[in-house]
């Protein structure tokens, strides 16, 4: 158990629909990170909060947005869902910017 | 844009044997950060070992350990006395450190590694 919880564990959604995902990380980690693994593009860095502040983007599309609250919890919001969002969406928390990464045990997405 | 490239989708290894998995990467800064994960049937996403490229030493975590190459931008994965629990899929990641900044991990498509009893 890495200590950063997410959920819920599975998802399933129609086409066209917004959903939330959650993310609480590790006891007095301030950094954030969201990733997406799909057989399509392997697991990609999505974005990434500090203490609140949106610090580094990655692949994120726009209709993805995400923010972290002041009690350093994430969430992460998909909305006009498609197909190919379907993937497991993992949240991950580190100490500060420059230490090791830990994962929760992510999102299963299903848009049908 | 920083690549990383895991030239073998899948290894076979008999238990208690030793194992090497592959990682290449291409960078252009000078300082940065490597990582090995590991990813079990469960999903979970579990830190293996971690290098700093301003480290010339190769770091070890007991049966894991890597062989940094800093010049050939190559990052290998030795693990020793292979368990039946070491099956999983394994991925390479780097994440580059610029001056304070920050960013997410760069992964590998990943290895399969499967252990044979």
């Known amino acids: 158990d890495s200590g950063v919880t997410q959920t819920p564990k599975h998802l399933i959604t129609a086409t066209g629909q917004r959903v939330t995902l959650r993310c609480s990380p590790r006891?007095?980690?301030?950094?954030v990170y969201w990733y997406q693994q799909s057989l399509d593009q392997g697991l990609q860095f999505l974005i990434q909060?500090?203490?609140?502040?949106?610090?580094a983007k990655g692949n994120i599309l726009e209709r993805f947005s995400a923010q972290q609250f002041p009690d350093l919890h994430s969430e992460l919001n998909l909305s006009s869902l498609e197909l190919g969002d379907s993937a497991l969406y993992f949240c991950?928390?580190?100490?500060?910017?420059?230490?090791?990464?830990?994962f929760g045990p992510g999102t299963r997405l299903t848009v049908t | 844009a920083q690549t990383v490239t895991q030239s073998q989708p899948e290894m076979s290894v008999q238990e208690a044997e030793t194992v090497t998995l592959s990682c290449t990467y291409d960078?252009?800064?000078?300082?940065?950060?490597l990582f090995w994960y590991k990813q079990p049937p469960s999903r979970q996403m579990i830190l293996v070992i971690r290098?700093?490229?301003?480290?010339?030493q190769n770091a070890t975590e007991n049966r894991f350990s890597v062989n940094f190459q800093k010049a050939a931008k190559s990052f290998s994965l030795k693990i020793s006395d292979s368990q039946l629990g070491d099956a999983a899929m394994y991925f390479c990641?780097?994440?580059?450190?610029?001056?304070?900044?920050?960013?997410?991990?760069?992964f590998g498509k990943g290895t399969h590694l499967i252990i044979q009893p």
């Open positions: 290098q700093e490229a301003y480290k010339q």
């Open positions: 909060y500090y203490n609140g502040e949106e610090r």
């Open positions: 991950a928390s580190s100490a500060s910017e420059s230490t090791e990464q830990y």
């Open positions: 006891s007095g980690d301030l950094s």
């Open positions: 990641a780097y994440r580059s450190w610029s001056g304070g900044g920050a960013d997410g991990l760069t």
């Open positions: 960078t252009s800064e000078s300082d940065y950060y």
